[in-house]
């Protein structure tokens, strides 16, 4: 399963963040580093002129410094200042930091500066600024080091630093991109939620108010909504004037039969009227089927301990004379998301069923599905003989009809297998323990539901 579109927004910030603010350390760190070594060089470069100007040539050229001009850190041992002052062929003049090492300095022409890194005493990293110069006709290298630990010190502190704000802005700016996405993907939230109530039949279309990002997708989706109730809308209309239109010619043709009677022989017009009934029925079914509204956007939430009561009570009117007694056991607040007809429909094929069989007594059950959501199980049970199990595997087997397999449960359980295929619905059938005849259990799952 791919991560939500939250997570992924969510992990693109966050890496896109680590990565900038890496390249970011990593650019200040150098440039803090190189800024510090630049404010080194120029104390080097002072302290390279500071000696110039203490250097003085005594008797015979021999070289030496005037001490009230020599800063008093290189008399002090190890003090991470040093100097080195060559000037051929005299003997090197150090200065007293160095104790007994010696710093190695390049070979320049007068003019020249270079600046390096080398190791100092104990191993410690030296920034050195070389100068050549000619003083008196003489000429001579000044070489000024100091010590880059305390530099590189600095400079990882003022990296720790930054990497401190750094990170505490990350974590700002997280939240705030967590909370802008949250915000950003609300419409999207609303959206599917509505997409639950369409299915549900609670909306008939979506709102539109949307981002334009999303607006065209649930325009679109609106648009086959209203493709699809306008074909639905045609065809039953269609199949409604195909049926009405064959009704008048089968009358018609009844009464010719009842007139002929006489001339085809009872027999012969008996099979007549057999057969225009045939039609008849034929016809009813198909413009059931044509009225069966599916789990579409036209459903509502159907409140079965009001409407299940109302259609029994009709169906006792029906069978009273057979004195057949109708149970029924409604869950409360037994609701579903369908079409009204259908489950009527549904309900009433079965329960007639059942009191066409039944020898007195007739159970109706409804109630949520066991493993709670949106389900309903309807259950009808009668008394009556029931049916062998090979019987049962046949009525409920897809793509048979059920009318032409056992007499008796025709043109109902064709219409219950035709309103669970809309429904996505399962029928199963077995012996009921309670009263010992047939027993029909009918399992839907909500649209959208668990």
């Not at 209203?226 to 199949?239: I, Y």
Request: a positive charge; charged letters at 25%.
């Amino acid at each position: 399963m791919k991560p939500s579109l939250r997570a992924q927004l969510t992990a693109g910030l966050v890496f896109s963040l680590l990565v900038v603010s890496a390249a970011q350390w990593v650019a200040a760190a150098m440039s803090i580093r190189g800024l510090l070594e630049g404010y080194a060089a120029t104390r080097l470069q002072h302290d390279t002129e500071g000696l110039l100007a203490a250097l003085r040539f005594g008797a015979g050229g021999r070289p030496h410094l005037d001490a009230r001009y020599v800063a008093p850190v290189f008399r002090r041992p190890l003090s991470g200042h040093y100097f080195t002052i060559v000037v051929d062929p005299a003997p090197p003049l150090r200065s007293r930091s160095l104790w007994d090492s010696t710093l190695p300095v390049p070979a320049l022409r007068p003019g020249a500066v270079r600046r390096s890194y080398v190791s100092g005493p104990s191993g410690r990293p030296l920034l050195m600024l070389t100068s050549a110069f000619t003083k008196q006709g003489r000429e001579l290298r000044i070489a000024v080091a100091e010590d880059l630990g305390p530099v590189y010190a600095g400079a990882r502190k003022l990296g720790l630093r930054y990497a401190s704000a750094a990170a505490a802005a990350i974590l700002v700016l997280v939240v705030l991109q967590l909370w802008i996405v949250r915000r950003a993907l609300r419409p999207l939230g609303r959206a599917r939620e509505q997409l639950v109530r369409l299915g549900r039949g609670e909306i008939a279309t979506l709102d539109e108010t949307l981002p334009r990002e999303i607006r065209p997708l649930v325009e679109e989706i609106n648009r086959l909504l209203d493709v699809q109730r306008r074909r639905l809308e045609r065809s039953r209309n269609a199949l409604g004037n195909l049926a009405h239109g064959l009704k008048t010619p089968l009358t018609h043709l009844a009464q010719i039969t009842e007139r002929l009677d006489s001339e085809l022989g009872s027999e012969a017009s008996a099979q007549a009227r057999e057969r225009i009934g045939d039609l008849r029925r034929i016809i009813e079914r198909e413009l059931r089927r044509a009225r069966l509204a599916g789990a579409g956007p036209a459903t509502a939430w159907v409140d079965l301990a009001v409407e299940i009561p109302a259609l029994l009570e009709v169906l006792r009117g029906i069978y009273r004379s057979k004195g057949v007694r109708i149970e029924a056991r409604i869950a409360p607040e037994t609701v579903f998301p369908a079409d009204r007809e259908d489950l009527l429909e549904l309900a009433g094929n079965l329960v007639d069923n059942a009191c066409k069989w039944a020898r007195g007594r007739v159970r109706v059950t409804a109630a949520p599905a066991p493993a709670g959501g949106d389900g309903l199980v309807l259950v009808v049970e009668d008394d009556g003989p029931g049916i062998g199990e090979r019987e049962r595997e046949v009525l409920i087997a897809r793509g048979v009809r059920a009318d032409e397999t056992v007499p008796g449960h025709g043109l109902g359980l064709s219409i219950v297998r035709d309103i669970l295929e809309l429904y996505g619905g399962r029928l199963s059938l077995d012996r009921s323990p309670a009263l010992g005849g047939l027993r029909a259990r009918v399992e839907l799952t909500a649209p959208g539901g668990s």
